[in-house]
């Protein structure tokens, strides 16, 4: 039986079998899940969340796993709250999701939060006894994103939506599961169930420790499979401590993963198998590909395995059970349009048999009236051998409206060329002329030693100068 379709996470988790070796790891503490199903992170208290909608709100990432394997099946309603979430967003949500409970890592609730009636700490100390964690609903999950104007969005799922690209064996045992990603996410999440789902173990990240510090403990715990945004994975390498993992798959999603950064963790690690995946916390996981290319075959276009795509006014619309269910709120819009399909904003471009990403509709960049998508420009840059990744923007200009100018990264450093900048950034621009028409190639370029990566793990981009 599928993940999806086991009536609750614990009765999908207890199925494995796997309780004597599974084991999920935070940067301070493990648990296996053998001591879990003894007893309870919530102190014995999960009774009292019973039928509630539950925030889930902790700064570690250990303790809200440890409740949402727990509470899926018991809550009413599951609202997942990223560490980093805006405070002053939190009335809008706890009044949207209706929240009348909320578990936290916290002893008391914080004086700045809304107050909320019942409040219980969770902790990676498993004390007996164990909650009746017998399933009696489908538990809501709530997934919070943003829209333009920084409002929180609440998108609804259930374990099925979730779970609908996980196929039960799907992963080799033993393995150990990780991820640069928050798993209050739904990257990260994805990784989280793809691990406990399939019998595997997990290393969780941590906010406060560096990218090298992590690679460093995923390797004590032998990882074997690994995923994050393709920005995660050239931080990873520019770490110094990429080469403490030895993974067997490599897995990126979040952004567009180019044909270098494909390349280089093929290169990184020989033995890995490299995969790219197509997902959003609305429209679900659509598609992954494995064959080392960037961009996916056209052939997935049209019907397939529980999985409809389209191609409409140039971007990618998807209709599946993966699919979230709508938006959450009284003032919330709709998620789907008319014929069911969740338009991703993202476009796409068909070159011969394939279709490649060209970057978000919302974010072009208006060249005198001719649309730049920066993402194309910068899977040019990064194809240059010196450069790591890059980040493409607009600068303002009276004449056009706007101009191109790319940061870049360079693998060893911004010292790169010994002194001589004005010429490398005069190779890498020559290299874009011989690819990219005369308005998408940068009018400068500037070296930098790093270059801003959200919490989601992708590049923190400025508004762009948009075409009307």
């Known amino acids: 039986m599928p993940p999806g379709d086991r009536a609750s996470l614990w009765n999908a988790v207890s199925a494995c079998g796997n309780w004597s070796g599974q084991f999920l790891s935070g940067a301070g503490a493990s ?13 014995g208290r999960a009774g009292e969340l019973r039928g509630r909608s539950v925030l889930v709100s902790t700064r570690d990432q250990l303790t809200a796993a440890l409740a949402l394997i727990e509470l899926d099946g018991v809550a009413r309603r599951l609202i997942l709250c990223p560490p980093d979430f805006p405070l002053e967003h939190l009335p809008v949500v706890i009044e949207s999701a209706a929240v009348d409970a909320i578990v936290s890592d916290r002893t008391t609730p914080d004086p700045d939060a ?8 969770c902790r990676p100390k498993i004390a007996p006894p164990s909650e009746d964690r017998r399933a009696g609903r489908q538990t809501e999950w709530i997934l919070l994103t943003s829209g333009t104007t920084g409002l929180p969005k609440l998108v609804v799922h259930t374990l099925a939506s979730l779970a609908g690209a996980i196929e039960s064996g799907s992963t080799p045992s033993p393995a150990v599961w990780s991820t640069f ?4 996410r739904y990257g990260g999440l994805q990784i989280f169930l793809r691990a406990v789902l399939t019998g595997a173990s997990m290393v969780l990240s941590d906010a406060d420790e560096s990218a090298a510090d ?11 499979h690994i995923s994050g945004t393709p920005s995660h994975w050239r931080r990873a390498l520019m770490s110094g401590a990429a080469h403490r993992i030895a993974p067997q798959n490599t897995r990126l999603s979040g952004e567009i993963a180019d044909q270098a950064i494909l390349n280089h963790l093929q290169s990184f690690y020989p033995q890995a198998r490299v995969v790219h995946a197509f997902a959003s916390t609305e429209a679900g996981v659509a598609f992954e590909v494995n064959d080392g290319l960037a961009g996916f075959p056209a052939s997935l276009i049209g019907g397939g395995t529980g999985v409809e795509m389209k191609i409409e006014d140039g971007s990618l619309r998807i209709r599946s059970t993966r699919n979230a269910a709508r938006y959450l709120g ?9 014929d ?10 068909l070159r011969g048999d394939r279709y490649y990403f060209a970057g978000r509709r919302d974010g072009v960049i208006n060249v005198g009236g001719l649309k730049v998508h920066p993402e194309e420009v910068e ?10 990744m890059s980040l493409v923007r607009a600068k303002k200009n009276p004449i056009t409206g706007a101009l191109v100018v790319a940061d870049v990264v360079l693998k060893t450093g911004p010292a790169t060329g010994n002194g001589h900048a004005g010429q490398l950034e005069q190779e890498i621009l020559d290299f874009c002329r011989g690819v990219l028409p005369p308005h998408k190639v940068p009018v400068a370029l500037h070296f930098m030693s790093d270059l801003p990566v959200a919490p989601t793990g992708k590049l923190v981009r400025q508004p762009c100068v948009t075409s009307s």
């Open 31 to 43: 648990v296996t899940l053998r001591e879990l199903a003894g007893g309870s992170s919530l102190g």
């Open 114 to 121: 809304p107050p909320v009636g019942c409040f219980i700490t």
């Open 181 to 184: 990603y928050d798993t209050r």
């Open 214 to 224: 992590f690679l460093i403990r995923a390797g004590a715990h032998g990882v074997t």
């Open 330 to 338: 009284p003032k919330a819009g709709p998620l789907f349009g008319a």
């Open 340 to 349: 069911g399909f969740v338009d991703t904003g993202d476009v796409v471009e």
């Open 379 to 388: 899977a040019v840059i990064n194809r240059h051998p010196l450069v790591r």
